[in-house]
């Protein structure tokens, strides 16, 4: 059984910081590639941030310079950190894994993330 476990979110002042983390399991996690999206609420999914098996990276546009994605294959997770957050970053932070040339891919459950003074 696969299994995405999110965890790390929370209520933060603006120019603040978080780290999200995500643990797999029941996947080869070091063949999948890693992403982090978020949604806010009346807003489409976005992707923030994606690490390949390779380790490079790739981020959205309105997040560069100030998230960092990152993995460890040996503990099964990958990290977001987040710093210098505005309140546009506030949404539920989804953790999702894929294979490249595959269909199939597996989410977790979501973390809320609130910026807010």
């Known amino acids: 059984q696969v299994q995405l476990v999110e965890s790390g979110g929370g209520l933060v002042q603006p120019g603040g910081s978080l780290r999200l983390s995500c643990v797999a399991s029941g996947i080869i996690f070091s063949s999948h590639y890693m992403t982090w999206y978020r949604q806010a609420p009346g807003k489409e999914r976005e992707l923030v941030a994606t690490?390949?098996?390779?380790?490079?990276?790739n981020y959205a546009d309105s997040v560069k310079g100030r998230f960092t994605i990152s993995r460890d294959n040996a503990k099964n997770t990958v990290i977001l950190q987040m710093n210098s957050l505005k309140p546009e970053d506030t949404a539920v932070y989804h953790c999702?894994?894929?294979?490249?040339?595959?269909?199939?891919?597996?989410w977790g459950q979501g973390t809320q993330v609130t910026v807010s003074s």
């Open positions: 690490v390949t098996s390779a380790g490079r990276t």
């Open positions: 999702n894994a894929a294979r490249p040339l595959s269909s199939q891919e597996y």
